[in-house]
């Protein structure tokens, strides 16, 4: 019975598809014979017409951008000098007429190099600077416009894409402007980081030169001419620390702690002064620099012997600048840095991070002293600035956080047990 339904299915399945194939021949053939019309050039026209309306859509949106454009102030540091600043694609000039007829036109570089003014035509004016551009562009506009004043001005700087690459937090292309320089895109780009190289940044122009910039010297002096305007196309490259070079480790100061390179021949005070070592909490007599010396090493107090400036750091010394705070880690509530006081104790660091004092961890616990590199133990041990002090956990809260591993030991045990998996000998 089953197969007979089957079967039937399968011819009315396969009538319908030749019923619709043959009505599709015959439409075919309807078609085909059918008179042939003479070609509609209307829909044609009417592309057309539709085409042009979109151009000239298109021309209104432009000139509105570029009126907007204008309208937007760029942040410049200083007015642009025209004898210095170099004209380039993207900049947007208004040409200025006043007499017979009066209008203002803007006009923009194109990115072949060019100015195209109205009535005179296309003007080349690559590599020229704002005041050649000027000289040029109206010597040129004079004959069409006899009987009106006219004057040619720069009213939006043009932006170009530049690079930051290398030991920055974002590293990327950016966009800029002529007026910017090479400290301001490292800003944008989220500034260096800590392993950066900040005396050695290179910048690598289009036409292969390729400049220098020393960003701590920047940072320090404010040097604004060591501090280059980039330009569109321009690789900033901020390297590593280059680990092969003389280099200086900083601690204590949790700040401004860690690696540095040093420039040659560069005094302790200089060095400290270009990485802004000192603050208002700062102490600079208690700074030490602690130097190996063969099998030997050698404290140095720089300040302390009153010649900071006479004494050239060493690859690899320390420098140990005791912080203003003490860091407070371990069992306690809030660890974290808290403010340095002279007559505070490790039990007294402990209670203020909201560790519990009448424990048997609070005998156990530790100063890790940042200056001389020892640990010293118990609840009254001495804190100087820059310590960490670590407060363990209790043995009774050791053994709480073991207590449910081992149940979970134990109940695995008893279960192998039970299915035979764990004789009972």
């Not at 920047?218 to 901020?238: K, L, R, T, Y």
């Not at 302390?304 to 705070?325: F, M, Q, V």
């Not at 007294?348 to 133990?377: F, H």
Request: proline fraction near 6%.
């Amino acid at each position: 019975m089953m197969k007979k339904i089957l079967s039937i299915c399968f011819i009315l399945c396969f009538s319908c598809l030749f019923a619709q194939v043959l009505e599709d021949e015959r439409e075919w053939q309807r078609e085909s014979e059918s008179t042939p019309r003479a070609i509609d050039f209307s829909k044609m026209f009417e592309d057309e017409k539709a085409e042009e309306e979109k151009f000239e859509d298109l021309k209104s949106k432009l000139e509105r951008e570029m009126r907007q454009k204008m309208m937007e102030a760029a942040a410049l540091e200083k007015a642009v000098d025209p004898e210095t600043y170099v004209v380039g694609p993207g900049d947007i000039f208004t040409l200025n007429i006043w007499g017979a007829m009066e209008m203002q036109m803007p006009i923009a570089v194109s990115p072949e190099g060019v100015l195209p003014v109205p009535s005179v035509g296309e003007i080349d004016i690559r590599k020229l600077t704002l005041a050649e551009v000027k000289e040029k562009v109206l010597k040129a506009a004079k004959p069409f416009y006899e009987k009106s004043e006219i004057s040619l001005t720069l009213v939006t700087l043009r932006s170009f894409r530049v690079h930051v690459v290398g030991e920055v937090e974002y590293p990327g292309t950016y966009l800029a402007n002529p007026t910017e320089r090479v400290s301001d895109m490292i800003k944008e780009a989220g500034g260096a980081t800590d392993w950066a190289n900040k005396i050695a940044i290179k910048l690598y122009r289009v036409e292969g030169d390729t400049l220098m910039f020393n960003l701590s010297a920047f940072e320090a002096q404010g040097d604004i001419e060591s501090d280059p305007f980039v330009n569109g196309g321009d690789i900033i490259f901020i390297p590593p620390i280059n680990l092969d070079s003389a280099k200086v480790f900083v601690e204590g100061d949790f700040k401004v702690g860690g690696l540095y390179q040093i420039l040659h021949e560069e005094s302790v005070h200089e060095f400290m002064q270009r990485v802004k070592a000192f603050n208002k909490n700062t102490n600079p007599l208690n700074v030490i620099i602690i130097r190996k010396r063969d099998q030997d090493i050698q404290i140095i107090k720089p300040y302390l012997e009153g010649n900071p400036e006479k004494i050239i750091l060493k690859d690899d010394d320390r420098i140990i600048i005791p912080s203003a705070y003490v860091y407070v880690k371990g069992c306690v509530q809030y660890p974290g840095t808290y403010p340095y006081v002279a007559s505070f104790t490790a039990k007294d660091y402990a209670g203020m991070a909201g560790g519990n004092l009448y424990s048997g961890a609070i005998n156990r616990v530790k100063v890790y002293q940042s200056i001389t590199g020892k640990t010293k133990r118990g609840p009254e041990a001495p804190v100087a600035p820059g310590d960490v002090v670590d407060l363990p956990k209790s043995w009774n809260e050791e053994l709480r956080n073991w207590g449910p591993i081992l149940s979970a030991i134990a109940s695995s045990v008893l279960a192998a047990k039970a299915i035979g998996l764990i004789g009972n000998d």
